[in-house]
């Protein structure tokens, strides 16, 4: 059996498949279904999401990071909709582990903040209040933009381009990621 078909296989049989947000629940949902996985031979994690939170997306990603760096191939099968998270956990796994399936599609754009500034009390302190939302968002901006590059490492993608292009929602269909070499391959 060539290496292809050893890979196909592998990636029609995920052990690991999430649906829906990504949030509290599906980070729960992620850790079950790891702890129940097995700990060796190739992991395929399975999603479909139209998005959420960004900072679960890390934090699964870096779980990922940890399993991958002893040596453990872990592979990325993104399905239907791969979405603003979604793209941020993808971010987690090397092109080389990246796959879609046909006709799914991914979303880059930027980090949103919704927020209401209330400003109340003595002049100096509403300084500060205005200072410590500033801190956030570009706080929140160097967080999105290592990202950024997460996503396009070793692909044809710069992250001036990727950074220019998700303020309006970067669409990218799986042919077209495949293209630009931000996923191995469509199956």
């Given at each position: ?36 996985a ?11 999401t ?18 991958r ?17 979604g ?14 399936t ?8 930027e ?12 002049l ?12 956030e968002i ?17 692909s ?8 220019d292009?998700?303020?309006e ?13 931000l996923?191995?391959?469509?199956i």
């Amino acid at each position: 059996m060539s290496e292809q078909s050893k890979r196909q296989t592998v990636l029609t049989s995920p052990q690991l498949r999430l649906i829906g947000s990504v949030d509290e629940a599906m980070y729960a949902e992620f850790r079950d279904q790891l702890a129940n996985a097995p700990t060796e031979g190739p992991l395929v994690v399975a999603i479909t999401t139209l998005g959420g939170n960004p900072e679960v997306a890390r934090t699964m990603a870096d779980d990922i990071r940890l399993l991958r760096e002893p040596g453990r191939e872990i592979y990325f099968l993104g399905k239907s909709a791969v979405y603003s998270a979604g793209a941020t956990f993808m971010a987690g796994f090397p092109v080389s582990h990246r796959f879609m399936t046909r006709d799914s599609s991914l979303l880059i754009h930027e980090r949103q903040i919704a927020k209401t500034i209330n400003l109340s009390g003595p002049l100096k302190s509403c300084i500060y209040q205005l200072k410590a939302a500033l801190n956030e968002i570009e706080h929140s901006i160097e967080i999105e933009e290592a990202g950024f590059r997460d996503i396009v490492k070793g692909s044809d993608v710069s992250f001036e381009d990727v950074r220019d292009r998700a303020p309006e929602n970067w669409y990218i269909g799986c042919e077209k990621a495949k293209e630009l070499g931000l996923i191995a391959e469509v199956i």
